[in-house]
């Protein structure tokens, strides 16, 4: 276990980089519901990875496929070139997003009530951290550590690839005041840097997956 642990580990660190599930959050807890908005929110994004994660470790178990060294450098290779037009095209809405004129802010509403849909939306589509989940699920599934082990590995691959959901909401429970100084530091640089971050983690794990592919046929 340790092993199949040590090389989903950056790869969940990596995921766990989500500029725009940390910025709704924080918007949620900022606005109208706060904590309560937060909280489902959390839930809403914690439950739909979850459901993704055992989907695609337990379908890769039970479909048992070949091990041969090729199959698997292969499936390196193209998640790579995924990774790397995953990249791409961040980096290109980025740009035209930049190009664009701001919306003028609307009035904030209470939405506590739709906080647990909007969780699992944004999760369901944020296609950053699903292709490295993806990928951490690849090596879960793959692992021979047995059903429990699986479990407590897909455990530690949501529980870190969740962070930015869950974090901000435990960090203003446990500090109020220096939660909120710390969200408005981190939300200052995901202004800045979020997508920058983004485009340079994918990228990282794009040419690693490569680098392992090519080496492995």
Not at 39 to 57: D, E, K, M, N, P
Not at 63 to 76: G, N, W, Y
């Amino acid at each position: 276990m340790l092993q199949a642990l040590s090389l989903i580990l950056p790869i969940c660190l990596a995921g766990a980089v989500s500029p725009v599930l940390l910025t709704e959050q924080t918007v949620l807890l900022a606005g109208p519901g706060g904590r309560k908005a937060g909280r489902g929110f959390a839930i809403g994004a914690i439950g739909t990875l979850t459901a993704i994660a055992l989907v695609l470790v337990f379908f890769g178990h039970v479909i048992d496929l070949p091990k041969k060294p090729t199959l698997s450098a292969t499936l390196d290779i193209i998640f790579g070139v995924g990774l790397l037009g995953a990249a791409w095209l961040v980096n290109a809405r980025g740009r035209r997003e930049t190009a664009e004129p701001k919306p003028q802010a609307k009035p904030e509403k209470d939405r506590s009530q739709a906080a647990v849909p909007f969780g699992a939306f944004s999760m369901a589509t944020n296609f950053t951290t699903l292709a490295l989940v993806i990928i951490a699920a690849k090596q879960i599934a793959a692992a021979d550590i047995g059903t429990a082990g699986h479990l407590v590995l897909v455990a530690v691959m949501v529980a870190i690839c969740s962070l930015p959901a869950w974090a901000p909401l435990a960090l203003t429970k446990l500090a109020p005041e220096t939660g909120q100084a710390a969200l408005k530091a981190l939300g200052d640089f995901i202004d800045t840097h979020g997508r920058t971050t983004v485009v340079v983690l994918l990228a990282a794990g794009g040419v690693y997956m490569l680098a392992r592919g090519i080496f492995g046929i």
